[in-house]
C-alpha cells in the first residue's frame, strides 16, 4: 500500500509539472527566458536563421549606402515630420544640398499627405513648404533620381484611412493607398518612381510588392494593382534588370518576399540632417537662417556617388532579430541585398509546413513508439534529431540551393512535455501491475 500511495503521489507531481511548466514559463518568465538562453537559443528558429542563412550584403556594398537621419533628440522640433509645413521646408532644403554632392539615388523614407488648406502658415512667396518641396523635387531630378515614399493601408490599419471598411475586407497582401501630394507630377518615372513604404510583418521579408487599391471605394468593386515598394522601386532604378534574376519578378508579381539576414544598426554610415544644412548642430539651430554655403564640407563630400537615404529616427523603429532598426537602416538592408543577391527563395508554404509537421510526428514517436528503458534517451536524441535536421534544412537547403524553409521546429517546452508525459505513461503502467507480482 505505501508503495501504491508513493506511486500516485509521483504521478500528480509529474503531471502537475507537465502541464504546468510551460504555462509557468510562458506566463510568469516569458518564453524568451529559456529559449534566448546561450544554452538552449539553438532550439530557436532566428537562431538558425542567423547562423547558416544567407550572409547579408558585403562591406563593398554596404559602404554604397549613405543614411541622413533626422533625430529627434539632435535635430531641431521644426525639422520632425509631425511639423509638417516646417518639415517640407527643411526638406526642400536638405534634399538640395544633398543632390549638389552628385549621390547615385536618393531615397526618401518619408511619405507626404495633402495639407489641408489653412494648417500652414503663408510664407514670404505666399506658399506653404509644399511648394518649395515639389520645386526642388523637380529640379533635382534632372540629375539625380529619387525614390518617394507613398503611404499604405493593410488589414490592421485600414480604418485610419476608410471607415466603412474592416480588417477583413483586405486580403492579406492587399492595401488602400494613402491621400499623397503628387511630388512627381509631370516627371518622367525613370526620374522619379513611387515605392510603396508598406513592410512584411516579418522583417527579414525583403517587401517587393503590395496589391493596392486607389481609393477605399474600389475595394470589393475593382482590381487592385500591383505596386512596387520602396526597396523594389530603388533597385530597379540602380539595376534596371534586377528583377531578371533569383526570380524576383515572379515573386514581385505573387506579392511572395525572399529572405536577407539583416544587419544591426549602425552598420550602414549616418550623417545628421541639420549638419548637412548648417555650420552648427543641437535642437536650438535656426535652419533657416542658415546660409547656402554653411554644412558640414566633409559629411557632403561623403554623399558623393552614394545611395542616400533621408529619414527618421524617432518615429520609424522596428524590432527585429537584429535589434531595433529605423525605417531608413531598414531599407539600406533591404536595397543592398537586392543588389548583392544577398538573400533566399521562400520555399513553399506547403511544404513548410508538411516538414514541420514531420519534423514533430518524428519527435512524438521517439518518444511513444520507440518507448526505450530510459525516456532520458529519447529526450537526448530528439535534441540530437532537432539539431541535424535543422542543421540540414539551414546548411544544406538554405546554402546550396538558395532557399529558406520556414518551418517551425519542436520547441524545448514540447520536448520536455513529451519527456514527462512518457514518464506519467510509466508510472501509470507499474502502478497496474499486481505490488509481488513476478514475471514467469
Known amino acids: 500500500m505505501p508503495q501504491v500511495k508513493y506511486l500516485r503521489a509521483k504521478v500528480l507531481i509529474l503531471t502537475f509539472i507537465a502541464i504546468g511548466f510551460p504555462f509557468f514559463v510562458n506566463e510568469f ?16 528558429p532566428s537562431f538558425w536563421y542567423r547562423h547558416f542563412g544567407p550572409d547579408g550584403p558585403r562591406q563593398t556594398r554596404i559602404d554604397e549606402f549613405k543614411i541622413v537621419i533626422i533625430d529627434r533628440d539632435t535635430e531641431p522640433a521644426s525639422i520632425l515630420g509631425v511639423n509638417r509645413c516646417t518639415h517640407r521646408a527643411f526638406m526642400a532644403k536638405l534634399l538640395a544640398k544633398v543632390a549638389a554632392r552628385d549621390p547615385r539615388l536618393i531615397v526618401v523614407d518619408k511619405w507626404y499627405g495633402i495639407v489641408p488648406p489653412g494648417v500652414c502658415p503663408v510664407g514670404k512667396d505666399g506658399n506653404d513648404g509644399t511648394a518649395a518641396l515639389k520645386k526642388t523635387i523637380r529640379d533635382i531630378s534632372v540629375k539625380v533620381p529619387l525614390v518617394l515614399a507613398v503611404e499604405a493601408f493593410d488589414g490592421a490599419s485600414i480604418q485610419q484611412r476608410c471607415s466603412s471598411l474592416h480588417s477583413e475586407d483586405l486580403e492579406s497582401d492587399q492595401v488602400v493607398l494613402g491621400v499623397h501630394e503628387l511630388l512627381n507630377q509631370d516627371i518622367s518615372v525613370d526620374r522619379i518612381s513611387l515605392g510603396l513604404a508598406e513592410i512584411s510583418r516579418d522583417e527579414r521579408k525583403i517587401p517587393l510588392s503590395w496589391m493596392a487599391f486607389r481609393e477605399c471605394g474600389d475595394v470589393r468593386h475593382k482590381t487592385p494593382e500591383m505596386w512596387p515598394t520602396m526597396a523594389a522601386a530603388a533597385a530597379e532604378l540602380l539595376d534596371p534588370n534586377i528583377m531578371n534574376g533569383n526570380n524576383l519578378a515572379k515573386l514581385q508579381r505573387w506579392v ?4 536577407t539576414k539583416l544587419l544591426p544598426e549602425g552598420t550602414f554610415a549616418s550623417v545628421s540632417a541639420i549638419s548637412l544644412v548648417c555650420n552648427q548642430k543641437g535642437v536650438n539651430v535656426d535652419w533657416s537662417a542658415c546660409g547656402d554655403q554653411e554644412g558640414d564640407g566633409k559629411a557632403l563630400d561623403s554623399l558623393r556617388h552614394k545611395v542616400v537615404i533621408v529619414g527618421e529616427k524617432w518615429v520609424d523603429l522596428h524590432e527585429t532579430d537584429a535589434g531595433v532598426l529605423t525605417g531608413p537602416h531598414l531599407q539600406a538592408n533591404y536595397i543592398a541585398a537586392l543588389l548583392d543577391e544577398s538573400l533566399l527563395v521562400p520555399t513553399p508554404p506547403v511544404l513548410n509546413c508538411s516538414v514541420s509537421a514531420l519534423w514533430f510526428i518524428l519527435i512524438f514517436l521517439m518518444f511513444n513508439w520507440w518507448k526505450p528503458p530510459w525516456p532520458e534517451l529519447s529526450l537526448v536524441a530528439s535534441l540530437l534529431v532537432t539539431f541535424c535536421v535543422g542543421w540540414f534544412l539551414s546548411s544544406v537547403i538554405g546554402r546550396l540551393f538558395g532557399m529558406f524553409a520556414n518551418v517551425v521546429p519542436p520547441t524545448i517546452l514540447e520536448i520536455i512535455g513529451l519527456y514527462l508525459a512518457r514518464r506519467i505513461e510509466m508510472l501509470l503502467e507499474h502502478r497496474k ?8
Open 29 to 44: 518568465l516569458g518564453k524568451a527566458t529559456l529559449l534566448d538562453s546561450r544554452y538552449l537559443s539553438w532550439l530557436t
Open 256 to 259: 511572395t518576399y525572399p529572405y
Open 433 to 440: 501491475k499486481p505490488v509481488g507480482a513476478t514475471g514467469a
